[in-house]
């Protein structure tokens, strides 16, 4: 089972952007997809966007045309590149591997 751990989460100020990482303890390449979740606190867990083998995307509603997941499968690595952030971004960011176990999560936080 492949384990992650998130990094570069923070505090930004609205219209800012910011790129949080996820690398795999294991081999990515024959991952079917890695996706990137995010929770706010008293809500459900919901799909930001996801990638799968071939670097197909899906993105959910409210993030598209603004994040970006992207995946290195030399590195293990996944990304999600985000901007013109907004205060409703703010929150808890998982990343999984189809299959996989999720990660602490990063805190997010878009405030002025």
């Known amino acids: 089972q492949v384990q992650v751990v998130e990094s570069g989460g923070g505090l930004v100020q609205p219209g800012s952007s910011l790129r949080l990482s996820c690398v795999a303890s294991g081999s990515i390449n024959s991952v079917a997809s890695m996706a990137w979740y995010r929770q706010e606190p008293g809500r459900q867990r919901e799909m930001v966007a996801l990638?799968?083998?071939?670097?197909?995307?899906n993105y959910a509603a409210s993030v598209t045309g603004r994040f970006t997941i992207a995946r290195d499968n030399a590195k293990n690595m996944v990304y999600l590149h985000m901007r013109d952030l907004e205060p409703g971004d703010t929150a808890f960011y998982y990343c999984i591997s189809e299959g996989g176990s999720w990660g602490a999560g990063p805190q997010v936080t878009v405030s002025s």
């Open positions: 990638i799968t083998q071939t670097g197909g995307t």
